[in-house]
């Protein structure tokens, strides 16, 4: 078995989609650590705010199995491919860290995900994971979160009830 971190995140009725996908993710990987949610606001265009969390899974899968049920899942939820990358989306989730491998392809799978980098998805990691390092660094998730410029930001948190 192999831990799984992912990043879920939406801005168009993320409310629903995001429990919708939770209960997806249970469904098929049994028990998940999930954070809280984060209302945060879109980054790289204008638009809705999102809401953001991470989830924690252990899963028997290759990485590139999972990120192909990841994308039927958010494919199930509306999501649309032929639209700019930074625009509104009903749900998008990506592998942040699988186990302790490093990936580069197929396609646009990349572990660690280079928005590991952004507050939306490294808060909200690093609220499960703090004690996590992530191939290649030398600073733990709750390191790389304490010295993030946003740390000391107010946390929007959403109740996804």
């Not at 994308?71 to 302790?100: K, M, N």
């Not at 990936?103 to 994971?129: C, M, N, S, T």
Request: no cysteine.
């Amino acid at each position: 078995m192999t831990r799984a971190w992912l990043s879920l995140g939406s801005n168009l009725e993320p409310i629903a989609n995001l429990k919708s996908a939770l209960a997806k993710l249970r469904a098929e990987f049994g028990e998940l650590q999930v954070s809280s949610a984060w209302q945060t606001d879109a980054v790289g265009f204008e638009g809705p705010a999102f809401v953001n969390l991470a989830v924690a899974l252990d899963t028997d899968w290759t990485a590139e199995h999972l990120d192909q049920w990841l994308h039927a899942l958010e494919d199930a939820h509306g999501r649309r491919r032929d639209v700019p990358r930074f625009s509104s989306r009903t749900l998008d989730i990506d592998i942040v860290l699988f186990g302790d491998r490093v990936i580069d392809g197929p396609g646009h799978l990349k572990v660690p995900r280079d928005e590991l980098k952004h507050a939306f998805v490294l808060g909200p990691l690093a609220e499960i994971a703090a004690g996590v390092r992530p191939p290649g660094s030398a600073l733990t998730l709750g390191e790389m979160w304490r010295e993030h410029p946003d740390h000391d930001l107010p946390i929007r948190n959403v109740t996804l009830e």
